[in-house]
């Protein structure tokens, strides 16, 4: 038998992606998203969300889930969320489920390079570390330690792993075992993956979080990344852009995200910059 690599090469249909939003932030930070990289992989890309928005639905041909979990920033509410994401890809039946928040660009076509790197058929959880030391806490008064990837860096998890995580995560099963840890979403995956299933995470250094001064990030690799972030609120934490007719004024794009975008593929460049933030 002649085996044909290219047919079991990971492609981007082979990638579930769930971004988690709220209601709150469908007009400030989905636009962007939905101008620049959720064009790249619409198909593929859900929005877990926490109420109904007909016109993004329409926006994003019903890739809206409405996961009717509460609006919050409370542990139990993301929770419940991340939940409904794993919940949703298990059904998809997919090599590879990959989380990230809103305020994260994906670089698709880099995700897909980085993911043909790893066997589904492996357990894998590839992301970014959150601390340098494994976090530590009690579950079920059980003492534990273990190590977990910031879910706003994004995170990726290998249908095999996906598989044999269910006892701790499905149908709702991560909301309930968050509980249990008394701990925030991301940290609850890394429980189940490298505590209970004692799989160690896979660092990349091609996801980055707001935790992070994005600043710092040589602007020559940016294009290179798989993932990339902005906090806005107090420091201006933005990515640093090289200089380019491509970039608009921070006023246009706060993010730059739609410069980066327009840099990356030149043709989207007028579509990018007609759109406002
Ligand atoms: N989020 C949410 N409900 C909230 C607040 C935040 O679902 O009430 C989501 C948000 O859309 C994002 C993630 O949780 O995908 C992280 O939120 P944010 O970036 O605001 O805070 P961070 O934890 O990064 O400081
Ligand atoms: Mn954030």
Same mark, same amino acid.
């Not at 971004?19 to 636009?31: A, D, E, I």
């Given at each position: %038998? %002649? ?8 492609? *981007? ?19 962007v998203?939905?101008?620049t ?27 809206? $889930? ?39 660009y $994906?670089? $698709? ?71 249990? *840890? ?43 990344? %798989? ?13 640093? *852009? ?11 794009d706060?993010t730059r995200f739609r410069?980066l975008h ?16």
């Open positions: %038998v %002649v085996e044909n690599k290219h047919e079991n090469q990971t492609n *981007l249909d082979d990638i579930f992606i769930s971004v988690k939003t709220s209601g709150k932030f469908h007009k400030t930070r989905l636009n998203i939905i101008d990289w959720f064009r790249d992989a619409n198909q593929q890309t859900y929005f877990f969300t926490d109420t109904d928005d007909d016109g993004l639905s329409k926006k994003t041909d019903g890739h809206m $889930v409405n996961t009717m979990c509460n609006s919050s920033h409370i542990r139990r509410d993301l929770s419940c969320k991340l939940g409904a994401e794993y919940d949703f890809y298990i059904k998809s039946n997919k090599r590879w489920w990959c989380h990230f928040d809103d305020d994260n $994906v670089n $698709v076509d880099q995700l897909v390079m980085l993911l043909r790197d790893y066997d589904h058929n492996m357990d894998f959880y590839i992301g970014k570390p959150s601390l340098n030391y494994p976090f530590t806490t009690t579950f079920k008064g059980e003492k534990v330690g273990f190590w977990f990837a910031t879910g706003g860096a994004g995170v990726c998890i290998s249908k095999a792993l996906a598989q044999r995580m269910k006892p701790w995560c499905s149908n709702g099963g991560l909301y309930r075992t968050s509980e249990h *840890l008394n701990a925030p979403d991301d940290c609850t995956l890394g429980f189940v993956v490298s505590n209970r299933l004692a799989v160690e995470l896979t660092s990349s250094n091609l996801l980055h979080s707001h935790l992070e001064t994005l600043g710092q990030l040589n602007p020559a690799t940016l294009t290179e990344q %798989v993932t990339l972030s902005y906090g806005l609120d107090n420091r201006n934490n933005i990515i640093q *852009l090289q200089e380019s007719s491509h970039n608009l004024p921070i006023s246009k706060p410069s327009c840099k990356r593929k030149p043709d989207t460049c007028s579509r990018v910059h007609r759109t406002k933030s």
